[in-house]
């Protein structure tokens, strides 16, 4: 099945002020082995989809699954199990992603411990992921010695140990220069190409081009979408 999926998926908020309809039936399948790019203006619902699909939260109304694992079936405890097994998240900004006394092969064999890879295969895995994304050089660097594309590519790397189902991040160009951007799509394509799936809400053009995928919310609705630069159809 695909990484992650949604059917006519509804988020309200009560506010003082009164209901809030963040999300009004919203349809998405994320595939695997590709990036998919979340769009919309700010307001339109991004954040709410996205924290539904990282498994922070539940829907309304509606069916969503990670992993091929319905949440309105999970407890707050099953929703952090799926999240730490099956879900890697990527903040923008890159000193949030990491731990400043740890070096980026540390960062990597914690990462591998959390999600309970066999020691031997966590350093194959860390060694392979440092090659691929360009980081060897920095691999016994902690991340103040690091630059923030190196930061983010960590970052990445560290969501992608054990294999997790589903990458989310969020905005996750959104600190770095128009080079770093470029190297850290690069990047993201290196790890889409081994079978990750990456799902990514920006407003970066550079981002959006550089994915498989973009889905494009308006008034918490998907207004329209396009795979692999073909339009799909929205009703
Ligand atoms: P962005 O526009 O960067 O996507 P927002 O500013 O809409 O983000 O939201 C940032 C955070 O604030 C979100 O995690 C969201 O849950 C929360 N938030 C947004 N709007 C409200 C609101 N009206 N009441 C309470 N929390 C809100
Ligand atoms: P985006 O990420 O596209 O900016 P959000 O999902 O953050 O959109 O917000 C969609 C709508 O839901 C906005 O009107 C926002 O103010 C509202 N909202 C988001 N989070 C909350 C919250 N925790 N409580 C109340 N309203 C919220």
Redesign the pocket.
């Known amino acids: 099945g695909p990484a992650a999926r949604c059917e006519g998926v509804v988020?309200i908020?009560?506010?003082p002020t009164g209901e809030?309809?963040?999300?009004k039936g919203v349809d998405v399948t994320v595939p695997v082995g590709r990036t998919t790019a979340l769009t919309?203006?700010?307001?339109?619902?991004?954040?709410?989809?996205?924290?539904i699909l990282a498994a922070q939260d539940r829907p309304t109304a509606g069916h969503a699954e990670v992993a091929g694992r319905s949440l309105a079936g999970l407890s707050a405890r099953g929703l952090r199990a799926l999240r730490r097994r099956h879900i890697g998240y990527v903040f923008a900004r890159p000193t949030d992603n990491l731990l400043r006394h740890l070096t980026a092969a540390e960062h990597l064999a914690t990462a591998g411990r959390l999600r309970r890879v066999p020691r031997g295969e966590a350093r194959e895995e860390a060694d392979h992921l440092l090659e691929l994304l360009h980081l060897t050089a920095r691999a016994h660097h902690r991340p103040g010695e690091m630059s923030g594309g190196e930061q983010q590519r960590l970052a990445f790397a560290q969501a992608v140990v054990g294999r997790p189902a589903l990458v989310v991040a969020d905005e996750p160009t959104g600190e770095l220069d128009t080079a770093t951007t470029h190297d850290l799509l690069d990047a993201v394509r290196a790890l889409t190409r081994t079978g990750t799936s990456v799902l990514m809400?920006t407003h970066d053009p550079l981002a959006v081009e550089a994915a498989d995928h973009a889905l494009h919310?308006r008034s918490?609705t998907v207004a329209h979408e396009l795979l692999d630069g073909r339009r799909l159809a929205v009703v």
Not at 20 to 23: E, G, N
Not at 40 to 51: E, F, V
């Open positions: 988020r908020y009560s506010s809030v309809h963040a999300l919309g203006p700010s307001g339109s619902g991004k954040s709410s989809l996205l924290r809400a919310l918490g």
